[in-house]
């Protein structure tokens, strides 16, 4: 009888005692590239999930980390010096500064939730992150850009007071009552971003177990969903319309008013300095919502003409651009921030 052939002999040392073929183990980061895996594999509740960044761009996307670290970095000494100047300065203990200071705190938060895992993968590669973790990214994510659309809107709110208004600010606008409206606006946000993960988390099984985005965003993840995700779909768009559209519709409603209101000063000086309070509210909204409203529509409507590679790149842009742009806009044109800032540098000079 002639000698098995190698490849019989390989084929049946693959095999367990019960005739079960053994599946062989894969290495992670090469799962990440693997469309076989992809597509004829199904998942159940898997353990982690593979990030992979910017699709499309290759070892080239190790270059934006020099985009993204920066903006990072920014975004963490800006906002944390303008707590710091908010919180020694007692001047500075105002409603309109205490709404800053939320604002502050929210790009730190929204900022450390996506920055270090993007610059991760984009550096290293594709990356591991535990399905729990993913879950708890995607709330964090998208609760703190909830929190930072009510708080634009809040601010929009105080500045139609103080310009409208001005006798009656210090009534209307007391710190009790920004407190009261920081506190709902975050009870807010939690109640309506905690069915995002929750909607995730009833699914028991996935087709992949890569997603071809930089954070765990919850329609990515829903894209590798075993079954009906209609809910999800539904509940995503719903909630994007919901919640930004109500509070651009406030914002533009309050700067209707706040127009009214500069309309009637009797001088062209005393129109100028009532409006040039908003200034920085406006230049901090435009930073804010211009690159969302662009990952929106490419999200949308562009999905088929639009590469995937910009979409994600646009999302990332708009989550990380307004927390390193907001402390440069409020520390150069808000005078009282300004002055204190200088004041702390020439204290850290003078000799002992």
Same mark, same amino acid.
């Given at each position: 009888?002639?000698?098995?052939?190698? /490849? @019989?002999?390989?084929?049946?040392?693959?095999?367990?005692?019960?005739? @079960?073929?053994?599946?062989?183990?894969?290495?992670?980061?090469?799962?990440?590239?693997?469309?076989?895996?992809?597509?004829?594999?199904?998942?159940?509740?898997?353990?982690?999930?593979?990030?992979?960044?910017?699709?499309?761009?290759?070892?080239?996307?190790?270059?934006?980390?020099?985009?993204?670290?920066?903006?990072?970095?920014?975004?963490?000494?800006?906002?944390?010096?303008?707590?710091? $100047?908010?919180?020694?300065? /007692?001047? %500075?203990?105002?409603?309109?500064?205490? #709404?800053?200071?939320?604002?502050?705190?929210?790009?730190?938060?929204?900022?450390?939730?996506?920055?270090?895992?993007?610059?991760?993968?984009?550096? %290293?590669?594709?990356?591991?992150?535990?399905?729990? =973790?993913?879950?708890?990214?995607?709330?964090?994510?998208?609760?703190?850009?909830?929190?930072? /659309?009510?708080?634009?809107?809040?601010?929009?709110?105080?500045?139609? =007071?103080?310009?409208?208004?001005?006798?009656?600010?210090?009534?209307?606008?007391?710190?009790?009552?920004?407190?009261?409206?920081?506190?709902?606006?975050?009870?807010?946000?939690?109640?309506? $971003?905690?069915?995002?993960?929750?909607?995730?988390?009833?699914?028991?099984?996935?087709?992949?177990?890569?997603?071809?985005?930089?954070?765990?965003?919850?329609?990515?993840?829903?894209?590798?969903?075993?079954?009906?995700?209609?809910?999800?779909?539904?509940?995503?768009?719903?909630?994007?319309?919901?919640?930004?559209?109500?509070?651009?519709?406030?914002?533009?409603?309050?700067?209707?008013?706040?127009?009214?209101?500069?309309?009637?000063?009797?001088?062209?000086?005393?129109?100028?300095?009532?409006?040039?309070?908003?200034?920085?509210?406006?230049?901090?909204?435009?930073?804010?919502?211009?690159?969302?409203?662009?990952?929106?529509?490419?999200?949308?409507?562009?999905?088929?003409?639009?590469?995937?590679?910009?979409?994600?790149?646009?999302?990332?842009?708009?989550?990380?651009?307004?927390?390193?742009?907001?402390? %440069?806009?409020?520390?150069?044109?808000?005078?009282?921030?300004?002055?204190?800032?200088?004041?702390? #540098?020439?204290?850290?000079?003078?000799?002992?």
């Amino acid at each position: 009888m002639a000698p098995a052939s190698t /490849s @019989t002999m390989r084929l049946s040392s693959q095999r367990t005692k019960n005739n @079960t073929p053994v599946r062989p183990k894969l290495h992670p980061y090469k799962m990440a590239h693997s469309p076989t895996l992809q597509s004829n594999s199904t998942f159940q509740c898997p353990a982690f999930f593979i990030l992979t960044g910017i699709p499309g761009l290759g070892d080239g996307q190790a270059w934006l980390t020099l985009v993204f670290g920066p903006m990072y970095l920014l975004a963490l000494l800006g906002n944390a010096t303008l707590l710091t $100047v908010i919180r020694i300065d /007692s001047t %500075l203990h105002q409603p309109m500064f205490l #709404l800053l200071a939320t604002l502050a705190a929210t790009d730190l938060g929204l900022a450390t939730s996506i920055a270090p895992g993007l610059l991760a993968v984009l550096w %290293l590669g594709p990356r591991p992150v535990r399905y729990a =973790v993913c879950l708890i990214q995607m709330f964090f994510v998208h609760a703190l850009t909830a929190v930072e /659309s009510g708080v634009l809107l809040a601010m929009a709110c105080d500045r139609a =007071v103080a310009v409208g208004r001005p006798l009656h600010y210090p009534i209307v606008v007391t710190k009790a009552r920004v407190g009261y409206a920081i506190l709902a606006l975050t009870l807010k946000a939690v109640a309506i $971003v905690v069915p995002f993960p929750l909607l995730v988390a009833r699914f028991e099984h996935f087709h992949a177990k890569i997603i071809h985005h930089a954070y765990c965003a919850h329609m990515a993840v829903v894209e590798l969903v075993v079954g009906n995700t209609r809910v999800n779909n539904l509940y995503g768009l719903a909630l994007s319309l919901a919640v930004s559209g109500v509070d651009i519709l406030g914002i533009a409603g309050s700067y209707g008013l706040i127009a009214h209101a500069v309309l009637r000063l009797p001088t062209r000086e005393a129109r100028a300095k009532a409006f040039g309070t908003c200034s920085s509210h406006i230049c901090v909204i435009l930073a804010f919502y211009v690159p969302g409203l662009f990952s929106y529509l490419t999200h949308r409507f562009g999905r088929h003409t639009v590469p995937k590679s910009v979409h994600i790149l646009l999302s990332n842009i708009y989550l990380l651009l307004p927390p390193a742009l907001n402390p %440069l806009i409020y520390g150069v044109r808000t005078k009282q921030i300004r002055d204190r800032f200088l004041e702390m #540098l020439k204290f850290k000079k003078k000799p002992f």
